[in-house]
């Protein structure tokens, strides 16, 4: 931890530049764009695609792949409408709300101090005299749907709106089916829902998100343990994709901000441009969410071992992809003047850029040139996510790649056709050096195992 916590953003980033790069070089766009878009609510392009495999992908590594105590599910979005009963949301997973009845907006009771008025000259709802504010009224945040042909009360259903639910109640499907026993988890990333009041600041807050959410099951004594080790655990895996340690931060809800399921929640704050936020939470559900489904299902759910009978208490790692994904890329973005020239680039960690390597032939018109740097990039492209380029002078090309944070470039010139090396250039350091052709791939590898 950073011994003094910084105030302000320490970089170039700006959520308005990065949602501007995102779309001009093809990671998320506005949803429906040519209808005017749906508030809040974007399309991944392929580079945001890639980016976002490869934040699953390592969530995943870190947290099955790696692990012998962790087992993956994925369930339905859509579940039986008495989980979200039991599980408290129905009743409780609301904001309060305030209403003006001057100029018909909508605000979060809790926010009114950040939110703006839709009046000119811009103000905080309730500072002009005409504003008339409603009590605040509590607002449920889950979308509803039917199931099936008819629309009534019976057929209501909600698309839900987190994953953990879906996990709890396989917890007794997972545990008579797969050879787990306390201490263990269940991991799973899926889209989750939620019909928010005041989304915003691009991917922050939206209304269709993807969450990587694991419930760890624990022997109730030993709960304040693996709740601290949990929080070390994802904290470290934000730091070791890159996340500066100075924008990264440990914070403890107070009674007052806790969930109505959770005994103690801590929440990793990221520093974004817009001030300090949460990135993840990791909660002490202690035994909430077993027992409500047990009572209101029938079906028991517990631990039943060879000596002991227990319900376990569950820690609850909960980050969102697409925050993840703007903390990484508010951390990654930096404006520099390169021999006096301005280059925009995302220094993303390796293991998380889109593409790795870049092959570009020096003169891309150059038939042998052209050759060698296809045969390349074919090889490449079998161990890595590799991109070929021949349009536009190479300056261009270096920066483009730059600015979609591609670590390494490859480039085929007049000397690789005499002598069989190639120029590899670091997007970070600027530094070029002279490697063979032929080892080009192993290196990158190598490279990129020990990133
Ligand atoms: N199961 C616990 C849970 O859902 P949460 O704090 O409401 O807890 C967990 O959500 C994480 O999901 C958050 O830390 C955030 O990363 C992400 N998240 C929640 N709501 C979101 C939204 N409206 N838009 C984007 N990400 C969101």
Redo the contacts with the bound molecule.
């Keep these: 931890m950073a011994d003094e916590q910084l105030e302000q953003f320490e970089g170039a980033a700006t959520i308005e530049k990065i949602a501007s790069l995102c779309r001009r070089r093809g990671f998320v766009f506005p949803t429906s764009d040519i209808y005017g878009g749906l508030g809040s609510s974007f399309d991944f392009g392929h580079y945001g695609v890639l980016l976002v495999q490869n934040i699953k992908s390592e969530w995943q590594r870190s947290m099955i792949q790696e692990r012998d105590d962790m087992v993956a599910l994925d369930s339905a979005v859509i579940l039986n409408p008495q989980v979200w009963v039991a599980s408290g949301h129905v009743g409780g997973f609301s904001d309060p709300m305030v209403d003006c009845r001057t100029c018909k907006l909508r605000f979060r009771a809790d926010h009114l101090a950040t939110s703006q008025c839709g009046r000119k000259p811009s103000k905080h709802p309730g500072e002009f005299e005409a504003c008339d504010l409603t009590e605040p009224r509590h607002f449920n945040l889950m979308f509803e749907t039917y199931v099936g042909a008819v629309r009534d009360d019976a057929s209501r259903a909600y698309l839900r709106?987190?994953?953990?639910q879906g996990i709890f109640v396989n917890f007794k499907n997972v545990t008579s089916s797969l050879r787990v026993k306390p201490p263990f988890g269940i991991a799973q990333i899926g889209k989750?829902f939620?019909n928010?009041i005041t989304?915003g600041n691009f991917?922050?807050?939206?209304?269709e998100?993807e969450?990587m959410?694991m419930e760890f099951f624990v022997p109730p004594d030993d709960a304040p343990r693996w709740h601290e080790y949990w929080i070390g655990e994802r904290r470290r895996w934000h730091l070791d994709l890159g996340l500066r340690e100075s924008h990264l931060r440990v914070r403890a809800h107070d009674a007052d901000e806790l969930?109505h399921y959770s005994s103690a929640?801590s929440?990793l704050e990221y520093l974004f441009p817009i001030g300090w936020q949460?990135?993840?939470?990791v909660?002490n559900r202690g035994d909430y969410d077993l027992r409500q489904h047990s009572e209101a299902s029938g079906t028991t759910l517990e631990w039943i071992g060879h000596e002991e009978r227990y319900v376990p208490y569950v820690i609850?790692p909960?980050?969102?992809v697409?925050?993840?994904f703007l903390a990484f890329m508010c951390d990654a973005y930096d404006e520099e003047v390169v021999a006096d020239r301005p280059r925009t680039v995302l220094h993303l960690h390796p293991r998380l850029a889109p593409v790795k390597a870049a092959v570009l032939p020096l003169i891309g018109k150059d038939p042998a040139m052209v050759e060698r740097a296809r045969a390349l990039h074919a090889d490449l492209r079998r161990s890595m996510s590799s991109e070929y380029d021949d349009a536009a002078a190479i300056g261009k090309r270096y920066r483009r790649q730059d600015e979609i944070g591609t670590p390494w470039a490859l480039t085929i010139d007049e000397q690789t056709l005499s002598d069989g090396t190639v120029t590899l250039r670091d997007r970070d350091t600027l530094q070029q050096e002279r490697i063979p052709l032929e080892g080009a791939k192993r290196l990158l590898v190598d490279r990129l195992a020990e990133a």
């Design positions: 709106p987190e994953t953990a989750s939620r928010e989304p991917l922050f807050r939206v209304r998100f969450q959410e969930s929640t929440d949460e990135l993840e939470g909660a609850e909960a980050l969102g697409g925050r993840a």
